[in-house]
């Protein structure tokens, strides 16, 4: 079945290092890909989508590509703000669901320090 | 525009009680779903909607009912509260034309000892 698989957290970085959380998925056909962003005490915000491959999403400075030929979507950002410091969820949409309901990996948790 | 709301933010509930997680959105979509969050764990769909009066099964229904009369409100019932349901839920929606963008509210935590 279609799923996703995530980079494990959390993961503690200082403020403008580089950023890079895996996402690998399984599904067939052209699923559309999307990171989204949960900062404490919220819910569940889009990051970035792409919807075929070879597309790159991108948003507050935050990019991610989405490969075919790795089954890949990871979440890169250059320089990091304590501002980040939240919970990344990597999630699909598989090509053939009328309700385009979305699957999620498990999470993680990014800690941005000064 | 307030979004997808829901209420309550938190409860506790006793194992066999019953309640009624609410849910509201006021950007008339049609698609609005439930999922729930466990410790470490991605989202799960427990169920969805595709309109009023149409509702489907998720990945996880067991133990919970919904039901869509309206097209702003999409209520979650627990009927006989588990410890299994120990859980943060969120409601989300979704415009029908939309490319798979879903709005989530701000999460329910809840509790059952």
């Known amino acids: 079945g279609d799923s996703v698989t995530q980079m494990e957290g959390p993961v503690t970085l200082s403020e403008e290092a580089f950023l890079t959380i895996n996402c690998t998925y399984t599904?067939?056909?052209?699923?559309?890909l999307f990171w989204y962003v949960q900062y404490p005490g919220e819910g569940l915000q889009l990051l970035l989508k792409?919807?075929?491959?070879?597309d790159k999403g991108s948003n507050k400075g935050f990019e991610a590509t989405y490969r075919k030929e790795t089954t890949s979507f990871h979440l890169e950002k250059g320089s990091v703000q304590v501002s980040d410091s939240a919970v990344y969820f990597c999630a699909l949409s598989p090509q053939q669901t009328g309700a385009n309901n979305l699957f999620f990996g498990t999470g993680t948790r990014l800690t941005v320090i000064p | 525009n307030a979004g997808v709301t829901q209420t309550p933010k938190f409860r506790i509930l006793k194992i066999g009680q019953s309640m009624t997680l609410q849910c509201a959105q006021d950007m008339n979509h049609n698609y609005m779903y439930w999922y729930r969050q466990d410790p470490g764990m991605g989202l799960k769909l427990i169920y969805y909607?595709?309109?009023?009066?149409?509702?489907d099964k998720g990945e996880v229904p067991n133990g919970y009912n919904v039901s869509r009369s309206t097209t702003e409100d999409f209520p979650l019932r627990l009927e006989l509260a588990a410890p299994s349901q120990t859980s943060v839920y969120f409601c989300?929606?979704?415009?029908?034309?939309?490319?798979?963008?879903?709005?989530f509210g701000p999460g329910t935590r809840l509790t059952v000892t």
């Open positions: 909607s595709v309109g009023a009066g149409i509702t």
């Open positions: 792409a919807t075929k491959a070879d």
């Open positions: 989300a929606s979704r415009e029908q034309l939309a490319t798979y963008e879903q709005y």
């Open positions: 599904a067939t056909g052209y699923p559309s």
